[in-house]
């Protein structure tokens, strides 16, 4: 459901941006969006699609580059991927885990004509 | 021709959000964002809340819900100042929504508003309202693997309040383990166990509020 008010948020910054370039168009807007950012990708696209109709976006392609979640434990300062074992590390069993990955939802950047 | 942008996708909502941030820093209020699922007791635990405040620090609520205004008349019916937003089918709140309730309220009588989020524990997450501090409240009959179903909201929160103790005999609930899984996601995260209806240690949690208060005004 919020995908909705981020694609409006993204469209806007989009298209915000490629008039301050002085583009005629907008081709493409480039994505990063981390597993754990709450946004399903299918459904931005869906409504990106719609909101682009009759801009200078219209047609453009939204490319994401997914981040998986990552994570490290506190205490042995290994690399744990915490959403397959349960905040747990595989190696010294804490369960003292920090994310370092897998929040991002931000556009890298745009291509324009 | 390609043009770096690197901006947060939620801007707008975040330059909102630091607008409210700077009115209520002009006001001293502290602003506090509380997630829970549907039926964790937000409610009861804010009219808890106001009790265990009476006289010390002056509270009201905005009440996030996506109908109805049963919560407003809850707490105004109570005493406590409430302003009801209606999100229409929205799944959370936006920091353009708490900007208007801001408006309506009475700012040069409060200390503290709590934000009762819409009842969810994903969409929320994402968005900053202008709020000091993050709270999430999961009661017992959830069961203890919230956490690992949804990690990104206690990852952020600053404290954790386990609601609905009363419940535990009944529902197998392991407070350990949650409390253990908690603090290992989050190790800065304050952990409150209380029941909002017996009101079981609600004074510690008000005790905590009262700290934020007087570290957010220093």
Redo the contacts between chains.
Sequence with gaps: MHELEITRSLVHLALDEAKKANARKLTVVNVVLGEMSGAVDDSVAFYFELMTKDTIGEGAKIIFRKVPMQAKCRNCESTVSPKDIFWECEKCHSMDIEMTAGKELYIESIEVD | ?????????????DQMAMQNRKLLASKKIMMVNVWASPGAGKTTTMLRTAEALKGKARMAVIEGDVASSIDTVKLTQSGVTAIQINTD????L?AGMINIALQNLPLDELDIIFIENVGNL??P???DLGEYKRIIISSTPEGEDK??KY??MF?IADACIVNKIDLMPYVNFDIDNFT??V???N?KIEIFKISSINGDGVDAWADWVLKQLETYRK
Excluded: Q, W, Y
């Design positions: 021709m390609e043009i770096k942008v690197l901006k947060n996708i939620l801007d707008a909502n089918g929205g799944c959370h936006d994903i969409c997450g994402e968005f956490p690992h990690p990104l990852t253990r899984t603090s290992g996601m190790g």
